[in-house]
């Protein structure tokens, strides 16, 4: 596995200066202003005049104080924090304390509070699943309440700025980074990591929606050209954007590290002048990735605001000296540097952190475990069980656990979103120890959960490395559980093909017993060349600090199997758009291109739809304990609006959880693909109990990107609608009238 070196780290400018060195208005000891002459201060004004008024109080070298971070975490040798950032944190930018403005202290990431890298004392926090596996609960409410649980213990923490909310499309499964994203569909990830962000920001903190834009794999990532028409950008990766922002109202965005069309996304005019500020009205500010910052004035004047970590990250500080150069040369106008600081300050006061400023407070883990299990538990997608060997059934009293290390813990995503699990790692000295390492298993045993819920049966645990033992463990038991596990990372891209002989050990052990189910630990989609001989697979992705309970939760039936995928699983990698991965891992300089005009807006289950590839699993698959029946599906268009109702009703024995998906089709063809999900919902039943479900679809999903018009445009015409439990499992179909419609290109609430 090649991976890339520690994002690029030049050391440019630092070894020991600090930021008082760098950025005197910060340290400066200037006596408090009285509240009275600091009407920016109160609360009661909207963040726009707060910002504006604060703005007018500001001296240059405190202008330049906010736009411009540090690295918060000592890498060895090579770099010492600046002493005012916490300890092991992503950046601190400093605060003007005689203006009331508070220091930002930032923290990764989408599933807790993680620790950088070389700190020796790793903040044990509690962890969310990947931003995978919360959006395979397709239930918003739990990501909202995920999100306000991290945020919480960011806030506690001492963070005021959380680099959360990652929102990438899927469009390359082997991308390592895909577990911290909301999958492949815009509508379904935007709505999911906007509520994240939501339930983030419900702490008075800002939340960071990031990586503005496509930066679809982490092979060549600092380097690579996504090359797209601005119909097809728009109409998926920056349309996920769109929803996620509408939802949320982050107060930050994070520019990407890639180039997008020629340009670097931290000075790309399009994507940040352009789309964000111009179309979407953006108000707040956006500060560069960790190394994404090329320029001064060209960066600038395509619309970043804030330059992070530009001590340690970047080749030069840009937003320092060099920034002041670029002022005085014209090449940069004050007006701009004004709008930087403003949109800080303004994203600062809409958080209400000013007001509510953070502070270390002890954290409620016993009841933050319940928020993390709750999630993990809705995003166990079960994708096989032709032999209804799951829920185990308290008759099976031999069950050979295989693998996984699902003896100890559950497996974690690599990075700088890693968080370390409360009562350390579960195991020690597997993958790489430093960047993007460690590799951490979380200390939640699958085993230990299933012997606490089935006393009766006699479950044997083989570690998996002897395929032989394995399988004789196996051979002898009513049922068999094999674990297995794929590490990815960022930094790096993995193959679809689970590494360490375990292809070979599920084989094994199904040959010995077909009575085998396999419990997949994976950041996104793998292939399974055993899965005609096993009798079910169950997908866990990195289930976070509650996993272990939350998988024999699932098993065991305590709760029924409700995840849905959010990612397309590919039979094999020729279905893919691109077959090979573009770029080469050990050459992370040479500049690339990666084609996204051969997918375009089709990403994902589009592309498998318009090219007629049967995938392993389709996006949206995910089997449950019970039944559904549907019934009544009656779509209705009026002023523009397109409504959608049926009744959903258990059929089944068991509670359990529905997620009714309805996909929508132009009759006339002329989008990207075939069909586009437009809504879904998930309901639970008891036994026999049905409800009706109505749901309005976005305007947006209807229509179709109008260059000429600058807006979105619905053609006029007949559309089918599918009701589905899946994109491949149609369960009714209805026709529809739409009138022609344009729509604004600007945000719009829901
Ligand atoms: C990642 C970001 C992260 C930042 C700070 C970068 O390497 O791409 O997602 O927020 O580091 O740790």
Avoid at 56 to 67: F, H, N, R, S
Avoid at 428 to 433: D, H, L, V, Y
Avoid at 543 to 555: D, F, H, N, T
């Amino acid at each position: 596995m090649n991976r890339q070196p520690w994002r690029g780290l030049t050391l440019a400018l630092m070894l020991g200066a600090s930021a008082c060195a760098i950025a005197p208005a910060a340290c400066a000891q200037t006596s408090a202003a009285p509240p009275a002459a600091r009407p920016w201060l109160n609360p009661k004004l909207d963040a726009d005049t707060r910002a504006d008024l604060a703005l007018k109080a500001m001296t240059q070298d405190e202008k330049l104080t906010v736009i411009f971070g540090y690295f918060g975490a000592d890498m060895g040798a090579k770099y010492k924090r600046v002493a005012e950032a916490l300890p092991g944190s992503a950046g601190y930018v400093p605060g003007i304390e005689r203006l009331g403005i508070p220091a930002q202290f930032q923290t990764d990431a989408g599933v807790g509070v993680a620790t950088q890298g070389g700190e020796p004392k790793k903040r044990e926090r509690t962890a969310l699943p990947s931003g995978m596996a919360t959006t395979a609960t397709w239930n918003p409410e739990l990501a909202q309440a995920g999100g306000a649980m991290i945020g919480s213990e960011a806030r506690a923490s001492g963070f005021n700025v959380m680099l959360a909310g990652g929102v990438n499309l899927v469009r390359e499964p082997r991308n390592g980074r895909n577990f911290e994203y909301g999958g492949e569909d815009p509508w379904l990830a935007g709505k999911m990591v906007g509520a994240q962000i939501k339930g983030i920001q419900s702490n008075a903190i800002v939340s960071t929606i990031k990586h503005y834009a496509l930066n679809g794999q982490e092979t060549g990532r600092f380097v690579l050209d996504a090359k797209i028409g601005e119909a097809d950008a728009r109409t998926s990766d920056l349309l996920a954007f769109q929803f996620a922002m509408e939802d949320s109202d982050p107060h930050s965005v994070m520019c990407a590290y890639n180039r997008v069309n020629g340009d670097y996304a931290c000075e790309n005019d399009f994507l940040l002048n352009k789309v964000l500020k111009q179309d979407w009205g953006y108000k707040s500010y956006v500060m560069s990735d960790w190394g994404a910052t090329h320029s001064s004035a060209k960066a600038v004047n395509a619309g970043l605001d804030q330059e992070s970590a530009g001590d340690a990250f970047d080749k030069q500080p840009f937003f320092r000296g060099p920034l002041k150069d670029a002022l005085a040369k014209g090449e940069v106008s004050q007006a701009r540097l004004d709008d930087m600081a403003r949109r800080v300050l303004r994203g600062l006061f809409a958080s209400g952190v000013v007001e509510k400023p953070v502070k270390i407070a002890a954290i409620d883990y016993a009841a933050h475990a319940k928020v993390t299990r709750a999630d993990a538990e809705e995003g166990v997608v079960l994708l096989k069980n032709d032999k209804g060997l799951l829920p185990l059934v308290a008759s099976a009293k031999k069950i050979a656990v295989i693998g996984g290390h699902a003896d100890v813990g559950v497996l974690s995503g690599g990075g700088s979103s890693q968080v370390y699990p409360i009562g350390g790692r579960a195991v020690q000295g597997e993958g790489p120890a430093s960047w993007p390492g460690p590799m951490i298993y979380f200390p939640s045993s699958p085993l230990k959960a299933l012997k606490a819920r089935l006393p009766g049966a006699d479950i044997q645990f083989a570690d998996g490395k002897d395929k032989t033992a394995a399988a004789k463990l196996a051979a002898g038991a009513d049922v068999v559980l094999v674990f297995a596990t794929q590490w990815n990372g960022e930094s790096f891209d993995s193959p679809l093909t689970l590494e360490n002989g375990q292809d070979a050990l599920i084989d094994a052990v199904a040959s010995a017993n077909a009575e085998t189910v396999v419990v997949l630990e994976t950041g996104g989609p793998v292939l399974m060349p055993w899965l005609s001989k096993v009798g079910g697979v169950v997908e866990a992705w990195y289930p976070g600090s509650e996993g272990g309970e939350a998988i024999a939760r699932v098993l065991t039936g305590e709760v029924d199997a409700s995840g849905r995928l959010p990612v397309t699983f590919p039979a094999s990698l020729d279905q893919l758009p691109r077959p090979t991965l573009d770029g080469d891992p050990n050459k992370p300089d040479d500049l690339f291109a990666v084609d996204y005009t051969i997918e375009g807006a089709a990403v994902g289950y589009k592309w498998f739809d318009k090219k007629g590839h049967q995938p392993l699993f389709p996006f949206g698959h995910g089997l449950s304990y019970t039944t559904f029946a549907y019934d009544n599906l009656k779509a209705e268009a009026k002023g523009g609006a397109l409504t959608v109702s049926f009744d959903v009703k258990n059929t089944g024995k068991r509670t359990g959880k529905a997620v009714p998906q309805i996909y929508v089709s132009p009759k006339a063809g002329g989008w990207e693909a075939p069909q586009r999900l437009a809504a879904f919902k998930k309901v639970e039943l008891t036994p026999g109990a049905s409800t009706k479900v109505t749901l309005t679809v976005d305007p947006r999903l209807l229509a179709t990107w109008d260059e000429k018009a600058h807006g979105w445009s619905v053609a006029a015409g007949a559309y089918t609608v599918s009701l589905g439990a899946s994109s491949r499992d149609t369960v009714a179909k209805a026709d529809v009238t739409v009138a022609a419609r344009a729509l604004p290109v600007g945000l719009m609430k829901p």
